[in-house]
């Protein structure tokens, strides 16, 4: 066997080379992205509680404030991960992937078991606990393998971020696919499903996500876009389905091949792991054939001339080290330095984008201004996102329709998700537009979805379902993005969970105290209209534009306070977002390829020296 692209060129030749590249591949920091969108297409089944939810109300005979509670435990589950990232801190991801991949199992299953009746009735705190097991997991994957994502492309966080919460996002309509080739109209398979298939992603993958040091690649970005189009034809092929089968009544095998191509294009992303590993692997071979002296070309950076003078400084202690090797005694030299822990200086941060520890983080305006903003905008839309059914049923759309609602917003929510990711990159980078900014926009936007809702406007609910989704996954590459810029990626880990339980704490206010509340007290009073006593253990329904009227109402000027709020950390963090924030991780680089372009030449040095 042999590959080659022309004279002079180094392609591969025989069993041997194929496999090295092939071993090169799968460990490499690309195949860790590929394993990623694995496992973060199969994390958002929280999202599709409004597929699954009448069946819990129906068969268990739930109000709608009982099915509330549940939707808050289930995002408290997923949001509140703060135990996750303290794993994180002290164990490799791996464990971190195994424990959620247990949780998701054992929590979805019980909930399969109380609803197919399998088991006697559960009480409702047993419900919600196991809702909220199952729900943790999400947070778990999203830490063992985003986190890592994020370590692993210091330089290109946005993009990564954008991309992986891209297809959280999608994973709502790509297990809708896959459930319905296997399970078919059987909506509590789905929950069934929705239990084993993570958990089985999570163990295969378990030991590709790790932490691998980051090198400087020209153009890196360029191929997380190749990775953005692959996934934007899935959302395109997702949403004509969503389209087709709206219209059109799909049997299980015409689902079934929606599903393989489905499939395929999840696996797509592999074809440019390789050309990117080949490229590296090329590069490796060509030096050995041809061992002279290869310059390193890079992108000119002008830091400041403290951080020059820092960088030469290193440098020239580097090749200072290495010229004394072989001539002079070594001195145990010792370097004073203090870690910092992250329980000290906690009212004394460092400069943003310094890394905080946790309590500084936690106790920094910054933070709790952040928190602000998510309680608001993050709960309103969630909110808005769990009640999905029972909104689409009250103003009596058709079934039908409501799964359409449901795949729709997974749609948008991924596209909000790639578009906050990669465009508020482009934009920092290129014109330093700060990501707060754009995080006030999105809640703007979102208001108008809440409005769509509140007042029933005709076929409004589809509009709705497009902003709401979009705002909603738009939120969260932003959010995470923000935290790691202003706090640094030290303890990035325990600080991403952090950022994510204003959105449960939100919820509560806004989807049971008022939103659920207004719900049964309007049901209430139509039953009492029509002279009906409603029984004990039957569901309470409420049907018409009231029933979620005042609600989005007062979700909608939640959500206009929060984009008030965030412009209060527009104000104070313009003067860091005009500045050079990635220029830190660029020098660290350049000092370690400068310590190993010295440490090339000493050793050739001293080979030229050694007599033969």
Known sequence: MAITKGPGSIGVHGWGDMKSLSVQAITGRWFVVFASFFIMAAAGATYMFGLYSQDIKHTLGYDQSTLNLLSFFKDFGSNVGILSGLINEITPPWVVLAIGAVMNFVGYFMIWLSVTEKVAKPQVWLMCLYICIGANSQSFANTGSLVTCVKNFPESRGAVLGILKGYVGLSGAIITQLYSAIYYNDSKGLILFIGWLPAAISFVFLRTIRYIKPVRQPKEVKVFYNFLYISLGLAGFLLVMIIIQKEVHFSQSEFGVSAAIVVFLLFLPVAVVFIEEYKTWQSKKFALVNPSPVKIVTEEVKPDDGANQSFKS????????????????????????????????????????????????????????????????????????????????????????????????????????????????????????????????????????????????????????????????????????IISELFGLKYYATLYNFGSVASPLGLYVLNVKITGHLYDKEAREQLAALGIQRKEGHELSCVGVNCFKLSFIIITTATLFGAIVSLILVARTRKFYKGDIYKRFREEVKVAEAEMAETGEDAKVKQQLVPT
């Open 314 to 481: 290193r440098s020239a202690t580097a090749t200072d080290a290495i010229g004394k090797s072989d001539s002079e005694p070594k001195v145990n030299e010792t370097v004073s330095t203090k870690d910092t822990r992250w329980w000290e200086n906690v009212f004394s941060p460092p400069d943003r984008g310094d890394d905080y520890t946790i309590l500084q983080a936690l106790f920094s305006i910054d933070m709790l201004i952040l928190f602000m903003t998510c309680i608001c905008g993050v709960g309103g839309t969630l909110t808005a996102i769990d009640n999905l059914g029972q909104i689409g049923a009250s103003l009596k759309y058709p079934k039908r329709s409501i799964s359409t609602f449901v795949s729709l917003v997974s749609i948008w929510n991924y596209l909000g998700r790639v578009f906050s990711g990669f465009v508020s990159e482009h934009f920092l980078t290129k014109y330093r537009f700060p990501r707060p900014l754009m995080l006030t926009f999105t809640l703007l936007l979102s208001c108008v979805g809440h409005l769509l809702i509140a007042f029933d406007v005709k076929d409004g609910l589809y509009v709705a379902s497009v902003i709401i989704g979009f705002c909603f996954g738009a939120q969260w590459p932003l959010l995470f993005a």
